[in-house]
């Protein structure tokens, strides 16, 4: 009996560790391809999960996240017979376990020799510099490509990058003189066209410094116009106000006169009232009579008394 014992114990044991051995447990974003008797029996999802010993078997186990495919460089040659390197970076998720694990054998390296083929055959239509300035072209039909080839293996392409492109060295110099001379070209026109707007700047500067001094000048003149024309009308003024002056006296003088008796001076001043309507003429020339001149001297005194009041 003891030895019975000893074997159930034994048994039991072995199931227990048969049991636990055939349970699983799915972790997040990954799937479990289960073959029954050498078939596809089923898809395990995320949680706790059990085979059946010795029936069952986990065939693959595929992680359902996006993944990363960095190629190394790649011997492309161009439409103008350039060759250069191009190193490819895939990204790509597992959509359908089935498809991945039944589609293709070794799926990773039948997708770089699928991306390898299809970069040479794009950049073999593109010449150099379209391969150098069209990378967004290249992406988008690489892309395209790849996702419809990888269907029947349950893989969707997501994303490809060209991470580099490495031309032949003697290509890099040639493009580096090119860059090199087409940034002197464009220094040269920036630094003309800045001479330029100098030039027209201090030209500008200059016209309007010309006019402000000719309006400036214009302006002073006019002002001493004005002052010479306010002086002239001022001493015209006092010259006519002197001349009334000496009119009134002489007024007041003959009236005096006249009222005592007319006699030579009386005669005198109207000679020299005769004068002056005479001065007030055309006439260029006066001769004055030698018996008058003394009048003249006192009237002229006179005028002179007034100016300087």
């Given at each position: ?84 390197q191009i190193d490819t970076v895939v990204y790509f998720q597992i959509t359908d376990p089935k498809l991945y694990a039944y589609g293709v054998e070794m799926p990773m390296a ?68 090119q860059m090199k001379a087409e940034r002197d070209r464009r220094q040269a026109i920036l630094q003309a066209e800045g001479q330029k707007k100098s030039a027209i700047l201090i ?83 006066i001769i004055i009579p030698s018996e008058m001149q003394g009048l003249v001297g006192m009237a002229n005194g006179l005028v002179e008394g007034v100016k300087e009041k």
């Amino acid at each position: 009996m003891p030895e019975l014992f000893i074997i159930l114990g034994i048994v039991a044991v072995i199931l227990f560790i048969i049991i636990i051995s055939n349970i699983s447990v799915v972790q997040q974003s990954q799937a479990y391809v289960i073959e029954r008797l050498g078939a596809f029996h089923n898809i395990w999802g995320v949680g706790l999960h059990m085979k059946i010993p010795f029936i069952d078997r986990i065939a693959r186990r595929v992680s359902l996240k996006e993944q990363v495919l960095d190629y190394p460089p790649q011997p492309v040659i161009t439409k103008d017979n350039v060759t250069m390197q191009i190193d490819t970076v895939v990204y790509f998720q597992i959509t359908d376990p089935k498809l991945y694990a039944y589609g293709v054998e070794m799926p990773m390296a039948a997708m770089e020799t699928l991306t390898a083929t299809t970069l040479r055959n794009i950049i073999g239509d593109l010449e150099l510099d379209q391969t150098l300035t069209s990378r967004d072209v290249v992406n988008t039909k690489m892309r395209a490509i790849l996702d419809e080839a990888t269907d029947p293996w349950g893989i969707k392409v997501n994303r490809v990058e060209l991470k580099n492109i490495l031309p032949p060295q003697d290509i890099q110099s040639s493009m580096e003189k090119q860059m090199k001379a087409e940034r002197d070209r464009r220094q040269a026109i920036l630094q003309a066209e800045g001479q330029k707007k100098s030039a027209i700047l201090i030209a500008e500067g200059e016209r309007e410094a010309a006019i402000l001094k000719a309006d400036a000048e214009k302006q002073a003149a006019i002002l001493k116009a004005e002052a010479e024309q306010q002086a002239a009308i001022l001493k015209a003024d006092g010259e006519a106000q002197a001349i009334l002056a000496v009119q009134k006296a002489l007024a007041d003088s003959m009236a005096l006169l006249n009222e005592k008796a007319p006699n030579d001076q009386v005669i005198k001043l109207k000679s020299i009232e005769a004068m002056q309507k005479i001065a007030d003429g055309k006439a260029t020339k006066i001769i004055i009579p030698s018996e008058m001149q003394g009048l003249v001297g006192m009237a002229n005194g006179l005028v002179e008394g007034v100016k300087e009041k």
